[in-house]
C-alpha cells in the first residue's frame, strides 16, 4: 500500500496535523464545551454524546485531512480544529472550532490562516467558501479578519428546540477567491 504524503504545517506558534485515534478524548471534551456555548444552536449537530463513539469517529478522522487537530507547539496542548472539507472541483469548505481557554490570543486566526494558504497553494483551489451565523460575532470576525467577503444573507435552520421547531436564524455566506488570496499575499500583509 502506498502511504500518502501526511500534511503537517506549522506556525509560530502552533503545529496542525492529521488527527489520531489518540484524540478522542481531546476531541470530546472540546465539541462537548461547545454544545454548551450560545453558537451551537447554529450550526449542524449536535455532535454524539456518548463518549465511545468518539474512538470510532477520530479513527475515520485518522485517515483523512478533512478535520485537522491544532496544538500549541511548545507543549502540544490540544486547542482546537481546523476543517476544510473539498465541495467541489476547485472549491474548499473551511470550519474551526478551538476551546473557549484559547479563545481571544489570535490562536484560530494563525491556524486558519495557515490552512487557507495551504489550500490556495497546495490544493490549488480557486474558492474557500464558508457560512456562519451573523449573530455568531467571532466567527464573523474572523472569516472578515482572514479575508473572506460576506454575500448572502439568508433565513435557514439546522437543529430544532425542544418542542421540534426549526431553530431559525439569520446565516451569512462568505467566500475567498484565490485571486483575492493572492492580491493580498503578494502585498505581503
Ligand atoms: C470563532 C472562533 C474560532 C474565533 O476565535 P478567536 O479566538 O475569537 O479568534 P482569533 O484567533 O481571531 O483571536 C481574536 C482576538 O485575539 C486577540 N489576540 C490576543 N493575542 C493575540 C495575538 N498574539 N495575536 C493575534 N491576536 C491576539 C486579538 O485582539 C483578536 O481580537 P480582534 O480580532 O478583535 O483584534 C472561536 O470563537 C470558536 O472556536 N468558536 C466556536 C466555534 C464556532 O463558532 N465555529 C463557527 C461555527 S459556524
Redesign the pocket.
Known amino acids: 500500500m502506498i502511504t500518502s504524503f501526511l500534511m503537517f504545517l506549522e506556525t509560530n506558534r502552533l503545529k496542525i496535523r492529521r488527527f489520531t485515534p489518540d484524540d478522542w478524548l481531546l476531541l470530546y471534551v472540546l465539541v462537548m464545551k ?1 454544545e454548551e ?1 450560545d ?1 451551537a444552536k ?2 449542524h449537530g449536535p455532535w454524539p454524546e456518548n463518549e465511545e463513539k468518539y474512538k470510532d469517529i477520530t479513527n475515520d478522522l485518522s485517515k483523512s485531512e478533512i478535520l485537522l487537530a491544532v496544538t500549541l507547539k511548545q507543549n502540544d496542548v490540544f486547542i ?1 480544529f481546523v476543517a476544510k472539507p473539498f465541495k467541489e472541483e476547485g472549491e474548499y469548505g473551511l ?4 476551546h473557549p481557554d ?9 491556524a486558519c490562516s495557515a490552512v487557507v494558504a495551504y489550500i490556495f497553494e497546495n490544493l490549488g483551489a480557486k474558492k474557500i467558501t464558508d ?3 451573523l449573530l ?1 460575532k ?2 464573523y ?2 472569516l472578515k ?1 482572514l479575508g473572506f467577503k460576506s454575500g448572502n444573507h439568508k433565513q435557514i435552520s439546522f437543529r430544532k428546540d425542544k418542542n421540534g421547531d426549526p431553530i431559525e436564524f439569520t446565516g451569512v455566506d462568505f467566500s475567498l477567491t484565490s485571486e483575492d488570496y493572492f492580491k493580498h499575499a503578494s502585498k505581503g500583509s
Open positions: 461547545w456555548s453558537y447554529y450550526d482546537g470550519g474551526f472550532n478551538f484559547f479563545h481571544r490570543q489570535g490562536y484560530a486566526f494563525e457560512g456562519t451565523a455568531n467571532p466567527a470576525n474572523l479578519k
